[in-house]
């Protein structure tokens, strides 16, 4: 049975004939080359992920940056030559899923189909009667179990950030839509989220973005604390679902997607104790293999300490 059709508050870009000028041009040509690379088999693709991570790792980007801070204060533990690893492998898996993520638009239902394997299925039984949130920790696959669901008639509500290249941010949703969904925009608030979840669509929660402090409780993260989401149980409540963890991965020999849903979460209300749960979860997930995980977000940037955000660079007199 396929959920109701929710209101159009849901974010939903159209293609403008603008997007044909020469202002976008060089963004075709991207994306026409990131089509053709991304046509080329997987062993090729590490293989370029290999020689690029080592070039990445080596720049003063920001994304670079951050992941050494993240690395730093969560596994302060390690050595820096542990965590340097850890942030080539996570540079290496980026590359690759990258180079073939394009193939996701390009090919079919069942293509994807043959290169997804999933865990736990179950745990959306009856899913049409019982409305469920996935809690959906930001690893790079993260985009790949909302299309494979809803490729088998499971379609997602999720929130997105609207990107400033407005081409790319409509190529971006056309292909997280492709077979079914809706995408909430943050600016609109949680409203449309809360509709389409009651509607029989399946919410997207990413537990671990930092909002601020205005909406986060400060609990144990690996070695640190971090700004954790607060109010899911009441989403859930008001939603009127379970909350089942799904956990998605890349492996990048094969360069197909592995996914694992679990036993739904029991939030008691205790907005500390939940945003703790939370966070074990994702804990749990990622030291299996801490390459998958995004460390490049600014996942720490909201502190308890009052010190300000870690990702500021000191300044050289």
């Given at each position: 049975?396929?959920?109701?059709?929710?209101?159009?508050?849901?974010?939903?870009?159209?293609?403008?004939?603008?997007?044909?000028?020469?202002?976008?041009?060089?963004?075709?040509?991207?994306?026409f080359l990131?089509?053709?690379?991304?046509?080329?088999?997987?062993?090729?693709?590490?293989?370029?992920?290999?020689?690029?991570?080592?070039?990445?790792?080596?720049?003063?980007?920001?994304?670079?940056?951050?992941?050494?801070?993240?690395?730093?204060?969560?596994?302060?533990?390690?050595?820096?030559?542990?965590?340097?690893?850890?942030?080539?492998?996570?540079?290496?898996?980026?590359?690759?899923?990258?180079?073939?993520?394009?193939?996701?638009?390009?090919?079919?239902?069942?293509?994807?189909?043959?290169?997804?394997?999933?865990?736990?299925?179950?745990?959306?039984?009856?899913?049409?009667?019982?409305?469920?949130?996935?809690?959906?920790?930001?690893?790079?696959?993260?985009?790949?179990?909302?299309?494979?669901?809803?490729?088998?008639?499971?379609?997602?509500?999720?929130?997105?950030?609207?990107?400033?290249?407005?081409?790319?941010?409509?190529?971006?949703?056309?292909?997280?839509?492709?077979?079914?969904?809706?995408?909430?925009?943050?600016?609109?608030?949680?409203?449309?989220?809360?509709?389409?979840?009651?509607?029989?669509?399946?919410?997207?929660?990413?537990?671990?973005?930092?909002?601020?402090?205005?909406?986060?409780?400060?609990?144990?993260f690996f070695?640190?604390?971090?700004?954790?989401?607060?109010?899911?149980?009441?989403?859930?409540?008001?939603?009127?679902?379970?909350?089942?963890?799904?956990?998605?991965?890349?492996?990048?020999?094969?360069?197909?997607?592995?996914m694992e849903?679990?036993?739904?979460?029991?939030?008691?209300?205790?907005?500390?104790?939940?945003?703790?749960?939370?966070?074990?979860?994702?804990?749990?997930?990622?030291?299996?293999?801490?390459?998958?995980?995004?460390?490049?977000?600014?996942?720490?940037?909201?502190?308890?300490?009052?010190?300000?955000?870690?990702?500021?660079?000191?300044?050289?007199?």
């Amino acid at each position: 049975m396929s959920p109701a059709p929710i209101d159009q508050q849901t974010y939903n870009p159209t293609f403008s004939w603008r997007y044909l000028t020469p202002k976008y041009w060089g963004t075709w040509i991207v994306v026409f080359l990131g089509a053709l690379f991304s046509l080329l088999p997987p062993v090729i693709h590490k293989f370029m992920a290999l020689g690029l991570s080592r070039a990445v790792s080596l720049s003063k980007s920001g994304s670079v940056h951050r992941t050494r801070v993240n690395l730093s204060l969560c596994f302060p533990e390690k050595s820096q030559s542990e965590r340097e690893f850890i942030l080539r492998k996570q540079f290496c898996i980026a590359i690759s899923y990258l180079l073939r993520f394009p193939l996701i638009s390009l090919r079919s239902k069942k293509w994807l189909n043959n290169r997804v394997t999933i865990h736990g299925l179950n745990h959306l039984e009856n899913s049409s009667q019982n409305n469920t949130i996935l809690l959906v920790p930001h690893t790079w696959s993260i985009d790949v179990p909302a299309i494979y669901l809803a490729s088998h008639g499971l379609p997602v509500a999720a929130f997105a950030k609207k990107q400033k290249n407005s081409l790319l941010d409509w190529l971006m949703h056309r292909q997280r839509v492709q077979y079914g969904g809706a995408v909430c925009e943050r600016n609109q608030g949680i409203k449309p989220f809360i509709k389409a979840v009651r509607s029989g669509y399946l919410g997207y929660y990413l537990p671990d973005e930092d909002l601020g402090e205005k909406h986060s409780v400060f609990v144990d993260f690996f070695g640190t604390t971090k700004a954790t989401m607060s109010g899911l149980y009441k989403l859930a409540k008001v939603s009127q679902a379970k909350i089942v963890p799904l956990y998605a991965t890349f492996n990048i020999d094969s360069g197909n997607y592995e996914m694992e849903l679990f036993e739904p979460i029991i939030l008691t209300g205790d907005e500390s104790d939940d945003a703790r749960l939370l966070n074990i979860f994702i804990e749990q997930q990622v030291l299996k293999n801490p390459e998958q995980y995004m460390w490049i977000l600014p996942l720490l940037k909201t502190r308890s300490d009052n010190m300000g955000s870690p990702y500021r660079k000191p300044s050289h007199t």
